[in-house]
């Protein structure tokens, strides 16, 4: 079993900032990529941030500029820094990982959700 678990979402005013963290745990054997999306009501779930080993990362568009994702390797978690925050960033976040597990079988799991709320 593989979970990952979502936290640091809220209420935050238009220009704050907010920091979302996902831990991932359970049967791991390696972790290939790990990444954050968010669906708002009535829309599609759309791809904010990834990141691969560490490194590598890909954004959004929308995002660029303003939300830095980054990883630790060694405890299986990632964070996204996001800054200057408006009313379209209003979403509920997913994390996700595509990873293996013991038997080495690949699939991409997913956290529950933290709501993220940009309202004045």
């Known amino acids: 079993q593989v979970q990952l678990v979502e936290s640091g979402g809220g209420l935050v005013q238009p220009g704050g900032s907010l920091r979302l963290s996902c831990a991932a745990s359970?049967?791991?054997?390696?972790?290939?990529?790990m990444g954050w999306y968010r669906q708002a009501p009535g829309k599609q779930r759309e791809l904010v941030a990834t990141?691969?080993?560490?490194?590598?990362?890909n954004y959004a568009d929308s995002v660029k500029g303003r939300f830095t994702i980054s990883r630790d390797n060694a405890k299986n978690t990632i964070n996204l820094q996001m800054n200057s925050l408006n009313a379209e960033d209003t979403a509920v976040y997913y994390c996700?990982?595509?990873?293996?597990?013991?038997?080495?079988?690949?699939?991409?799991?997913w956290g529950r959700g933290t709501q993220v709320t940009v309202s004045s």
């Open positions: 990141i691969i080993s560490g490194t590598r990362t």
């Open positions: 359970g049967n791991i054997y390696m972790i290939i990529t």
């Open positions: 996700s990982a595509d990873l293996r597990t013991s038997d080495l079988t690949r699939d991409t799991y």
